[in-house]
């Protein structure tokens, strides 16, 4: 009878469906790139870009840049554009890939590899994700001052405040979903913010859709989730003891890879989710 009850309190907090979900490695990228702190996978140039911080990642040192490697791990170019400060999110619509640096909303013409324009934000510090709606919306994650901004028409405007620590952002239809400190909240453009999923790791980081309601969900501390949005939330991966962090992670729904970098330990490295 109390291996009955136990088996019934692990089907409730663990859902079947979630538990068989596994991250198995496939491979690792040379360490050569300098802190890697976000992997956004590419499909329309079937490519990985990659934010290098190099210098510390709260200041405004030039010494940041964005990689480009191949979906295989292999490095294209390590330095496919340099002289940013401290790039983290990345987001990409049409032609153009959304960097989050700092203070700075960088945004970037592809095809011609270069700096369209920089867009100061005003009071931001630690500008740390960035999302991009079906509509072109872009939205930009400021951690220290606990804001969310958005650039819509070549205009920034506050679009949510009072968060903690806002990190991972992004866009799924009329909604986005945040990351703050634990906690996968939802919200759209009436502002309403709903507690999704919590209890995870206060060191949230990336989210990337699975499929309809369900995401991965990374925390810089080393740590990987599967959370629904019913509320259910099943670690992946701990890396903690090998000192290996899991910061801003990249997705390929196809090939279902999820491409973690690592931060100090210079390498991106990709898991098959089964």
Known sequence: MKNFLAFLIASFLFPAAYAQHALHKIWVSDTSLAVPESVLYDAKDNCLWV??????????????????????????????????????????????????????????????????????????????????????????????TGKIHVYKDGTISLFLEK???PNGLLAVGNDVMVLASGVLYKTSADKNLIKIAEGMDKSTDGIEQVKTGEYIVSCWSGVVYYVTDKGSVFQLLDTRAAKSNTADIGYDPISKTVFVPTFYKKNVTAYRLK
């Open 51 to 144: 934010s290098c911080i190099d210098g510390k990642s709260g200041e405004a040192d030039g010494k940041g840049s964005i990689a480009q490697l191949r979906t295989d791990g292999r490095i294209i170019d390590k330095e496919w554009l340099s002289g940013f400060n401290a790039p983290k999110g990345m987001a990409r619509f049409g032609k153009f890939l959304y960097v989050a640096d700092l203070t700075e909303l960088v945004i970037i013409d592809i095809g011609n590899r270069k700096i369209e324009k920089k867009i100061a934000i005003e009071g931001a510090s630690f500008l740390n994700d960035v999302t991009v709606d079906q509509a072109g919306t872009v939205y930009i994650s400021d951690s220290n």
């Open 163 to 165: 968060l903690e620590r």
